[in-house]
């Protein structure tokens, strides 16, 4: 199994999810998200609703191989917050396996549309992406991030 199949898989069974198995609710307030398959264990740690941060981290038989950071939040109040979300995890359910960093480059769905704008791989990235609700931003989210050795 390859790095970006296994970035595909755990995407989809976590955050992308409808409902994520492996949801731990840390007492400071911040959520984690795990998946593990073939020796891989992926955790997305993060903080916040509206406005959020959080990290995404891959190890490989216990060695930490991958790593994102990212944060975003919610730019309008409306539409509400969770159906932005909700659009947001489907974007991501979309997300092509050869760029499993986000969601794809594009996707539309009646009043909204999902853009993603990057640089790079999954050995070294940056880029933002944006939830647009009848043509206005209503959520922006930027990451980085790549390969980690020793």
């Known amino acids: ?3 970006n199949e296994f970035l595909t898989a ?11 198995e492996s ?3 840390h007492p400071d307030g911040s959520i984690e998200l795990r998946y593990a398959e073939n020796g891989y264990e992926y955790v997305d740690h993060y ?4 406005a959020f941060a959080g990290t995404e981290s891959v190890s490989l038989d216990a060695e930490p191989i991958w790593t994102m950071a990212y944060h975003g939040r919610v730019l309008t109040s409306i539409p509400e917050p969770a159906d932005i979300f ?13 760029s499993p960093l986000r969601g794809p480059e594009y996707i539309t769905d009646e009043n909204w549309s999902y853009e993603n ?16 609700y009848k043509g206005t931003r209503c959520f ?7 390969r980690i050795e020793r």
């Open 1 to 3: 199994m390859t790095l």
């Open 10 to 20: 755990a995407k989809q069974a976590c955050y992308a999810s409808e409902a994520p």
């Open 23 to 25: 949801r731990i609710d």
């Open 47 to 50: 903080w916040g609703d509206r």
């Open 86 to 98: 909700v659009f947001l995890r489907k974007a991501l359910r979309s997300a092509a396996e050869d």
């Open 117 to 132: 704008e990057y640089d790079g791989d999954t050995d070294e990235f940056a880029g933002t992406e944006s939830i647009f």
């Open 140 to 146: 922006r989210l930027r990451y980085l991030g790549g």
